[in-house]
Every structure is written in C-alpha cells, then in structure tokens.
Nanobody, 120 residues
C-alpha cells in the first residue's frame, strides 16, 4: 500500500512564501506523475501544478510565475514552492501521485491535505 504525507502548510501574510512537501512511502516501483491540487471552502478541488516522470511541468494559470513544482525521485517526494502568496491562494492543498505499486498496478493516490491560509 502506498501512502502520501504532505507537510509545510500554515499561516502566512500576503506576499509571503511557503514550501509544501509530499512524501510517498510503501511499495513503489515507479511514480509516473505527481501533482498538487487545492480546494478552497465551498469550491471544487482544482489542479495547481503537476510534474511528470520526465520532468515536464504544468501550472494552473492563477499560479504561473509564482509557484514552482519540483521533485526528488530518490526520496519519492514532490515539492511546491509558493511565492508572492495571495489571500485567494487560501485552501487545503492535496498531493496526488500516479504510482506503480504492489502487483505492478498503477494507482492514483491522494494525501490527506495540508492547510494554507494567506492573510491580507
């Protein structure tokens, strides 16, 4: 079984920065893609940024030029560096990975989320 654990959320003033981490553990043969999503109160969960096994990245328009996704394959960890934070970035941030795990099956696995609050 594969588990994801996020960390790095918290309270920050507008204009500040946070760095989120998400580490995968368990039986992992390969991670095909990693991504960060966010869900604000009363809203749907949306993609923030993603990165493929080959390192190709994709960002949602509202976070382009402010957020950077990166990964450490040796640690099965994905990061989200968030700069110039705005109050509208307030949300619970979730990590998702497409993992080839036990039985060589591909599973989409979610973390439990880490809360980010940006004060004005």
């Amino acid at each position: 079984q594969v588990q994801l654990v996020e960390s790095g959320g918290g309270l920050v003033q507008a204009g500040g920065s946070l760095n989120l981490s998400c580490a995968a553990s368990g039986t992992i043969y390969r991670i095909n893609s990693m991504g960060w999503y966010r869900q604000a109160p009363g809203k749907q969960r949306d993609l923030v940024a993603s990165i493929t096994n080959g390192g190709s990245t994709n960002y949602a328009e509202p976070v382009k030029a402010r957020f950077t996704i990166s990964k450490d394959d040796a640690r099965n960890t994905v990061y989200l560096q968030m700069n110039s934070l705005k109050p509208e970035d307030t949300a619970v941030y979730y990590c998702k990975m497409a993992v080839i795990g036990p039985g060589f099956r591909t599973m989409e696995t979610w973390g439990k989320g880490t809360a980010v609050t940006v004060s004005s």
